[in-house]
């Protein structure tokens, strides 16, 4: 094209926006090491607590073998064979409406579903590459936009999980703890991968799909060393939308710029798992994630199904340890979801019905969590969960406040207290047959 005045002059103005952008993205970059949260991002974080439970889903072309998300690495499979698997993802039984009603029937607030994993097959509409669900698959569609309307329509947040790891990309280079010989080459460029790829494709994610709830990282503990240009990252999305919460499940200690804690198949400080930190932030909001069954990807010898009441006390501890639930499904290829799931969730969900007032929008209470039970706490109530006591008398330690009443939560019948400075003493009800909670109000008595 020839140079015509103009185009001189479109070029330095070009040239200057350019400019302006770098000098703010340094500056905002460098500014997450001393990372003060904005307004939006800190009432996110209490409507985040507030939420208590979510679902979690792990969805991809690896649901097609029915062996989970890992298959790709387990069987050691390589770069030509799982390119073929795209061409038979096709989930015709796929209904954003169906996902989102199942989850508000089992009383979750919010949805962080796998935007990619470690395969780096992106599940939704990016420019960045043709490695994803439109150009790839006979789908040609994007879950993810009729995801993000849906639950934007039902009143659910959303969240993206989204794989740092990647076994498919060759830039991802040098490659981690999780490599195998899957036929890239012995090269690639690491800033590409994480400046032009990664960051490319969470633009896409923070800006195509309206409001989201967050970005769900997970992955970095493949290359724990390697600088993985966080706080450009966690600028990026903060500048995009102010509000959307960054969970890094790297399990380790929380850095600037993050806003959630999450602990993996592990309530906060327990490391049962033996992967978790066992540090538990006082400042940010935490999460507990875990599987109904034993996957995360839809596994189909998998029938070890988690029970209802199961579940109901995984949510009662985790909201007594001051954290939220996010509970996962492995949906079909098809995008149907197992009737085993949907069932379990529903039953869940009209537990919540009776018991919710004892989890949403409560805080950890001030009874430390013990094997007997946990407490939860919202306003001048306290909620006494008893999860695990045969006796008919629980003591427990001072509480720090004058208590009115107590009753059952249930039936609202009163239960008999006594209260002194070595603590209190309830008498609590019998257990109904098949009852996970037994849940006794107390209500603190005015000027506490
Ligand atoms: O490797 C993944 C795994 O597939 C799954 O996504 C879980 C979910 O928390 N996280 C990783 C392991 O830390």
């Known amino acids: 094209m020839p140079s015509t005045p103009q185009s001189a002059l479109a070029r330095s103005a070009l040239a200057i926006v350019l400019a302006a952008i770098a000098v703010s993205a340094v500056h905002s970059a460098l500014a997450q090491a001393d990372y003060q949260p904005s307004p939006e991002n800190l009432e996110a974080r209490r409507e985040f ?5 979510g679902m979690f889903i792990h969805w991809g072309v690896y649901s097609i073998l029915g062996d989970g998300e890992w298959v790709f690495h387990n069987r050691k499979l390589t770069l ?10 096709d989930p015709e039984k796929f209904d954003a409406k169906v996902w989102v009603a199942l989850a508000k029937a089992a009383g979750m607030k919010y949805i962080t579903i796998t935007s990619r994993h470690h395969d780096g097959f992106a599940m939704f509409d990016s420019k960045v590459s043709d490695w994803n669900i439109v150009q790839r698959t006979p789908y040609k569609k994007d879950p993810l936009k009729m995801l993000a309307d849906e639950c934007h329509r039902q009143g659910i947040k959303l969240f993206f999980y989204y794989s740092q790891l990647d076994w498919h990309n060759p830039d991802y280079y040098p490659r981690g703890a999780t490599n195998w010989d899957n036929g890239r080459p012995d090269h690639g460029d690491w800033n590409t991968y994480l400046d032009t790829y ?12 309206g409001p989201i709830g967050g970005i769900w990282f997970d ?3 493949d290359k724990p060393d390697a600088d ?6 966690y600028a990026l999305i903060h500048q995009l939308q102010p509000a959307a919460l960054i969970i890094p499940n790297h399990h380790q200690t929380p850095r600037p710029g993050e806003d959630v804690q999450t602990f993996e198949h592990d309530l906060p400080g327990e490391n049962t798992a033996g992967f978790n930190t066992k540090y538990v932030s006082t400042k940010l909001p935490l999460e507990s994630s875990d599987t109904l069954n034993d996957s995360w990807g839809f596994n189909i010898g998998d029938s070890n199904y988690k029970s209802v009441a199961d579940v109901e006390r995984r949510l009662v501890r985790a909201a007594g340890n001051n954290s939220n639930l996010l509970l996962n499904i492995g949906p079909y290829p098809n995008g149907e979801i197992d009737p085993q799931f949907a069932t379990r969730l ?4 009209e537990w919540l019905s009776k018991y919710g007032d004892s989890i949403y929008g409560t805080r950890g209470g001030p009874v430390p969590p013990g094997d007997w039970g946990v407490t939860t706490q919202k306003d001048n109530q306290i909620y006494v969960h008893v999860l695990n006591w045969g006796a008919p008398l ?3 330690p001072p509480i720090g406040s004058k208590v009115a009443g107590a009753h059952s939560l249930l039936d609202g019948a009163s239960v008999e207290f006594t209260q002194n400075a070595d603590g209190l003493i309830l008498k609590v009800p019998p257990a109904k047959k098949e009852e996970a909670d037994r849940v006794i109000v107390l209500t603190l008595a005015k000027g506490n």
Do not use: C, I, S
Request: proline share 5%.
């Open 219 to 221: 992955g970095m503990w």
């Open 198 to 209: 990664m960051d490319g494709q969470l633009r896409e994610l923070l800006t195509n799909y």
């Open 394 to 396: 629980l003591a427990l």
């Open 228 to 233: 993985w240009h966080l706080p450009k990252t």
């Open 346 to 349: 529903q039953a869940v969900g």
């Open 49 to 53: 607590q507030d939420m208590k439970f």
């Open 80 to 89: 030509d064979e799982y390119n073929r698997l795209p061409a038979f993802f």
